[in-house]
């Protein structure tokens, strides 16, 4: 039985289709009927019913998915076991932010890539909130305020911010000097999200209004240089705005507490060693880089 026949199944029953199996592990769709076809031909049952939806799995498909997924599992960390000491293989599918991510990530995932030449690296940049279960990633990079969630959550770095806006904005509107002022502004904001700002060793959460929403870091500071509003934003994203003047740091007697770097992945008992690694590399990128001067930083 082919391991990449068993791994090709895995994927369509987990992606439901064999087009997003396919756009998951690179190959054309021709190769994924195939596969499947040579599995349920050696096993001499169905798997899968084919609808014009997708694919869905038959009682035996539900009943073999979990072992076939496990035997995948075993022969990556078998793989893992015999190669030399350091070594990785198999692939690594991550779920990377997009306003971070081609600047801050890209270049440890492109180190990673350069010290494991067995190691295939698929990353998706996007700011969406990806599902990792159904979406078939190993893991993701998340910075922000993590939200309560059932995966397992290793933080790697912090991450600095501050409330910035424009010098038209706040010619015409004023600065809010206090949390209870900024509810009277319009804040630039990523959904319905709460601010929080440090008053001393006390933390005061803000539920701000605006009527601007981007789930882009890059996005709310294009609007926050237009003069919307007020934006929180990461350091790495406003610096050379600050420091041009283009942006002006408001409410700077209660400054939001640092945020976080994190790697998220499914529960699971052990990590797999690859998502280990690449902890591993950020921690040394993000979390042991000296701390920023002012309060500046990403």
């Known amino acids: 039985m082919d391991i990449e026949d068993l791994r090709t199944f895995v994927e369509v029953a987990d992606a439901g289709g064999v087009s997003p199996a396919a756009r998951r592990l690179g190959v054309s769709k021709s190769m994924v009927s195939r596969r499947l076809a040579r599995l349920e031909a050696e096993l001499g049952v169905q798997l899968l019913a084919r609808t014009t939806r997708g694919a869905a799995l038959t009682e035996a498909g539900i009943t073999f998915r979990d072992h076939a997924a496990r035997v995948c599992a075993e022969i990556d960390v078998a793989r893992e076991t015999i190669l030399p000491a350091g070594d990785l293989c198999g692939r690594l599918r991550i779920a990377v932010p997009l306003s971070f991510g081609p600047t801050h990530f890209a270049p440890v995932l492109a180190d990673m890539a350069r010290r494991h030449p067995q190691l295939h690296i698929h990353a998706s940049y996007s700011d969406r909130f990806v599902d990792l279960v159904s979406e078939g990633f190993d893991c993701a990079i998340r910075v922000g305020y993590l939200q309560d969630s059932n995966m397992i959550a290793r933080r790697v770095g912090p991450l600095y911010g501050r409330?910035?806006?424009?010098?038209?904005y706040i010619r015409t509107h004023g600065s809010p000097e206090t949390p209870e002022e900024l509810v009277a502004h319009q804040a630039l904001m990523q959904g319905t999200e709460a601010w929080q700002f440090m008053d001393g060793d006390e933390i005061i959460t803000v539920h701000p209004r605006g009527r601007f929403k981007a789930d882009n870091a890059l996005a709310l500071a294009a609007a926050a240089l237009a003069g919307v509003g007020i934006a929180w934003i990461p350091d790495g994203v406003t610096h050379d705005h600050v420091a041009s003047g283009a942006l002006v740091p408001v409410m700077t007697r209660y400054p939001p507490p640092p945020a976080g770097i994190y790697?998220?992945?499914?529960?699971?008992?052990?990590?797999?060693?690859?998502?280990?690694v690449l902890t591993e590399m950020l921690i040394e990128c993000f979390e042991q880089a000296p701390a920023p001067v002012g309060g500046a930083g990403w």
């Open 263 to 276: 790697v998220i992945r499914p529960p699971g008992q052990f990590p797999a060693r690859k998502v280990r």
């Open 163 to 168: 409330l910035v806006a424009s010098p038209d």
